[in-house]
């Protein structure tokens, strides 16, 4: 795992904390030509530091912050009685934009919690300071953190071949036949698979996907997926099943909740036998619903690979289908 660690360079302390933590091959405040996964920031008030991360995060990287203290209510009280506003503003957006924050005692992380600042706290002791914790524990356990980063958001991080190999998937095993995919099964390695396999359970489609690879005869690695821990939204809820008629299903969409179970569901009725394209077009004008479920058949076109065949409508692309399209990419963005 590519782990950047960015600090001051004048505190001893944070240094040797660091130096515990660059066991496993870590880089610290070194030249980097490639941006890494995760950028571990110790340490608060230094603005060259928060600059060099914010820009690595714009980029890409995955922010983790330990303040080592710099976050204790009399230091901010200070800050707030010299009246730093700007200080206060680019250190506060550092804290939120991180994934997560590592306290270093209950006392630091019960700081943390009342300032708010961000919501996801691990507390991690630091062997540096007390005994009550080995340097290999505590380097276990922050590498820990940073699997639970990298697992968090996983469609962010997948390959166009892992979003490819789940589109495929997907329609195999919504179909329950091969001849509908056509197109050649890309491979993907291990760190892929993790990341399908997680979202395809956090989005509710794994037994849809296990399904489709079997009849695409591909095998995937055994990870227990129920076991993996990973940050999620504060208003993140496991999608439900859509059951009933389409039309039906497009009213139940039709409030900014789409997910990807979603479409899988729409697209299985859509393939059914008995499906009329006349009367579901008259139900969907009767209820003013015809250029969302539009928006939706263009949808299932991308996500699901629904043929134009099963497509009661012409699919239609416009600004609300983007919106809608956002709502997918981002239902698991911090």
Not at 8 to 22: A, E, T
Not at 307 to 312: I, K, R, S, T, V
Request: aromatic content about 6%; charged content about 25%; glycine content about 4%.
């Amino acid at each position: 795992m590519n782990v950047l660690h960015l600090y001051p360079d004048n505190d001893s302390m944070i240094r040797q904390h660091v130096s515990m933590l660059q066991a496993r091959g870590t880089e610290a405040n070194g030249n980097h030509k490639d941006v890494p996964a995760i950028v571990h920031v110790h340490g608060c008030w230094n603005y060259a530091i928060a600059k060099q991360a914010e820009k690595l995060r714009r980029k890409g990287a995955r922010l983790v912050f330990t303040p080592h203290g710099g976050l204790e209510p009399w230091i901010i009280r200070q800050h707030q009685a010299e009246k730093t506003t700007k200080k206060l503003l680019w250190q506060r957006l550092l804290v939120k934009h991180a994934y997560v924050l590592i306290a270093h005692g209950p006392i630091e992380t019960e700081a943390l919690n009342k300032l708010a600042w961000n919501p996801r706290i691990e507390t991690v002791r630091n062997a540096v300071i007390t005994k009550s914790i080995t340097p290999e524990a505590m380097e276990q356990q922050t590498f820990a953190i940073y699997q639970k980063v990298m697992d968090s958001h996983p469609l962010q991080l997948m390959s166009d071949d892992t979003k490819l190999l789940l589109q495929l998937a997907l329609k195999a095993g919504i179909t329950g036949d091969k001849r509908w995919v056509e197109a050649t099964l890309p491979t993907i390695n291990e760190t892929e698979w993790r990341r399908l396999l997680v979202y395809a359970d956090l989005e509710n489609v794994r037994t849809t996907l296990d399904s489709g690879l079997r009849i695409l005869n591909i095998s995937q690695p055994y990870i227990d997926t129920s076991h993996v821990q990973c940050y999620l939204p504060t208003n993140y809820q496991r999608p439900k099943p859509l059951v009933s008629d389409c039309i039906t299903m497009a009213a139940q969409t039709n409030n900014n909740s789409l997910t990807l179970r979603h479409l899988v569901d729409m697209d299985r009725n859509l393939r059914q036998p008995e499906i009329d394209d006349d009367n579901i077009a008259d139900a969907l004008n009767e209820r003013s619903l015809t250029r969302h479920f539009q928006r939706l058949l263009q949808l299932m076109k991308e996500q699901t690979l629904l043929d134009e065949g099963f497509m009661p409508l012409p699919p239609v692309n416009d600004k609300q289908t983007k919106h809608l399209r956002n709502l997918l990419t981002n239902h698991l963005r911090i």
